[in-house]
């Protein structure tokens, strides 16, 4: 199993970024995948997830309204879109492939992990 994170960088305060995540090794479509994220000095938070179909997305309270999360089955992908992003939000971002059925919000409901993308939200 391997997830590969990228398209982090650096976005001014108010900008928009997408985060790309490839799957390998395992079948995709039968996993439901969340993205996480970690400042510095603080712990890894739950940001969003996705359903095995696509059908259905959760976010956090925290970024409800300026983040969406996508999939694309036949390419092993998922997609972040992030917009209004905030300093605050300056972190590694992470994509995560958990079982297929049911909400997951929790990092132990994750087995899966990639290495993780920086974003930077700074002027």
């Known amino acids: 199993v391997q997830l590969v994170e990228s398209g982090g960088g650096l976005v001014q305060p108010g900008g928009s970024l997408r985060l790309s995540c490839a799957a390998f090794g395992f079948t995709f479509s039968s996993s439901a995948m969340g993205w996480f994220r970690q400042a510095p000095g603080k712990e890894r938070e739950f940001v969003g997830g996705i359903s095995w179909s696509g059908a259905f997305t959760y976010y956090a309270d925290s970024v409800k309204g300026r983040v969406g999360i996508s999939r694309d089955n036949a390419k092993n992908m998922v997609y972040l879109q992030m917009d209004s992003l905030k300093p605050e939000e300056t972190a590694v971002y992470y994509c995560?492939?958990?079982?297929?059925?049911?909400?997951?919000?929790?990092?132990?409901?994750?087995?899966?992990w990639g290495q993780g993308t920086q974003v930077t939200v700074s002027s």
């Open positions: 995560a492939a958990g079982p297929k059925y049911g909400e997951r919000h929790r990092i132990d409901e994750f087995g899966s």
